[in-house]
């Protein structure tokens, strides 16, 4: 970036934010002497700030976001053409590029069938518990609404989404909650909860059936799960696992719901994290890469089975989804997400993914080898985790504050790392990355260096 005197002197905006801006996840004591970090401009991978200092964002945004990287004028280009066009209409009608996202989508999501719009993540699980809830209603006389979900994972901000969410200080103080979610346990093998186990994977998701033996089958609808839990530890399935996850969801009656709005549209190397485990969910929701930040928008989709529940009586007034989300019928996020997945599929960023992931699992596990505070390592693509211990035997986890002056050490060096925080009681203690799909092997090495050189400063 280039900082002209005058031009570009920020120093207003800083004042302004500083002043009136309420930041996310943000103790702000500390504004009172220090700048808030205000982001000017993004290009590729790379990020500079207010002060004109650059940054190599080895998270996307922050939170797994900006899948095709900062700068993308195509998407900028598509978005304009659409407003100057038409901006808005309530998604009651259609919309040129909702229909064309909508049934570009659906290719790459055989067995699914129909997209709900919405512009949050937590919105489209909340459009994805309502569904449950009147299927509950209209099929089962009300009787099978519960819906489990699993600790560790998260499912979104607002309350019923934090109902559903698996982490004890993310839910801390927010509460009472909805009722009629019910918690299984994670399958985070590094932390077992079973002992030295030879089938992990398998005693895990049996570990869900006993809780729906525990509710009753028939008082289960569904069940919502990452299928790789993202903030609660970069937790990747244990094999066995999702066979019998979904043996269990067959057994019971019980719909699938994939939460995807990490995973979902290329993070992982293939469309959605659920394609590694040959999953067939009824419901799947995605929001962060769906048009890597450039719009707003998040989708709930679902197979024609879970649609024909809303349609096959028309004589009753009362059967069809009576939801709407207004901003879900604005035009611009279609259009930037028919654009990103354009961007996707023209630059094989697919490929790119499964082969650069490859190269920084290759390089964490050089880290692990290196420094005895590196427990374990995990991930899938382009999301990777590195979990940080006091002590290899006993796998104590460090102190969160230690993994977050790594976090600030390697910012000092001009990589924007994330980890997990305030999210577990005691174990937020895993380092975050997950790199925009167009990264390239020099980019990795500059984070991985960084982490390596914070990581030998660090003192446990
Ligand atoms: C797996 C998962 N689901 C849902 C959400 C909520 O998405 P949003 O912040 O867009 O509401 C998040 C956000 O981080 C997430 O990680």
């Not at 920020?10 to 009136?20: G, M, P, T, Y």
């Not at 485990?277 to 709930?300: F, L, N, Q, R």
């Not at 290899?392 to 990589?415: F, H, K, M, W, Y």
Request: hydrophobic residues 35%; negative net charge; proline residues 4%.
């Amino acid at each position: 970036m280039n900082l002209s005197p005058g031009v570009n002197d920020f120093s207003e905006a800083v004042e302004s934010d500083r002043l009136h801006v309420w930041h996310h996840l943000s103790q702000h004591k500390k504004y009172e002497t220090v700048d808030p970090l205000v982001i000017i401009e993004g290009k590729g991978m790379r990020v500079w700030d207010a002060k004109g200092v650059e940054h190599l964002d080895a998270v996307s945004g922050g939170v797994w976001t900006v899948n095709v990287g900062y700068g993308r004028e195509s998407i900028a280009d598509a978005v304009r053409d659409q407003l100057v066009r038409l901006n808005y209409f309530a998604n009651s009608a259609g919309n040129v590029p909702g229909a064309l996202f909508a049934k570009k989508l659906i290719e790459k999501m055989p067995g699914m069938s129909r997209v709900y719009f919405s512009n949050s993540g937590s919105e489209a699980n909340e459009k994805a518990y309502k569904i449950v809830r009147q299927i509950a209603h209209n099929r089962y006389g009300g009787k099978k609404h519960k819906i489990l979900y699993r600790e560790r994972d998260y499912h979104g901000t607002t309350i019923t989404a934090l109902s559903s969410t698996g982490q004890n200080q993310r839910k801390d103080q927010y509460g009472p909650f909805t009722p009629g979610f019910v918690e299984v346990p994670h399958c985070l093998e590094y932390r077992s909860q079973y002992g030295e186990c030879a089938d992990y994977g398998t005693r895990a998701a049996q570990a869900i059936e006993e809780v729906i033996l525990r509710e009753g089958p028939d008082t289960v609808g569904a069940i919502v799960l990452e299928p790789i839990t993202a903030g609660g530890g970069v937790i990747t399935p244990p094999e066995g696992y999702w066979e019998t996850v979904q043996e269990i969801c067959r057994k019971y009656d019980i719909l699938l719901h994939i939460d995807e709005v990490v995973c979902g549209v290329g993070r992982t190397g293939k469309w959605f994290g659920y394609q590694h485990y040959g999953i067939e969910p009824d419901i799947v929701t995605m929001a962060k890469g769906v048009a890597s930040g450039y719009a707003a928008i998040s989708c709930t989709v679902t197979t024609e089975a879970v649609f024909d529940h809303f349609k096959s009586d028309p004589s009753d007034p009362m059967s069809y989804f009576r939801d709407i989300s207004t901003f879900g019928g604005c035009a611009a996020g279609p259009a930037a997400a028919l654009e990103n997945m354009r961007i996707i599929e023209d630059e094989n960023l697919l490929d790119n993914t499964t082969q650069m992931g490859a190269y920084l699992m290759d390089r964490l596990h050089g880290l692990k080898e290196k420094h005895a505070i590196v427990g374990d390592v995990r991930g899938k693509g382009l999301f990777c985790g590195a979990e940080l211990v006091r002590d290899r035997e006993t796998r104590e986890p460090v102190a969160e504050n230690l993994v977050q002056s790594i976090v600030a050490d390697c910012l000092s060096q001009g990589v924007l790392i994330g980890a997990t925080n305030r999210s577990l009681d005691g174990y937020n203690n895993t380092l975050c990355l997950s790199p925009a799909l167009i990264c390239r092997k020099d980019d990795l090495d500059q984070i991985v260096e960084a982490i390596d050189g914070a990581l030998g400063r660090a003192t446990v």
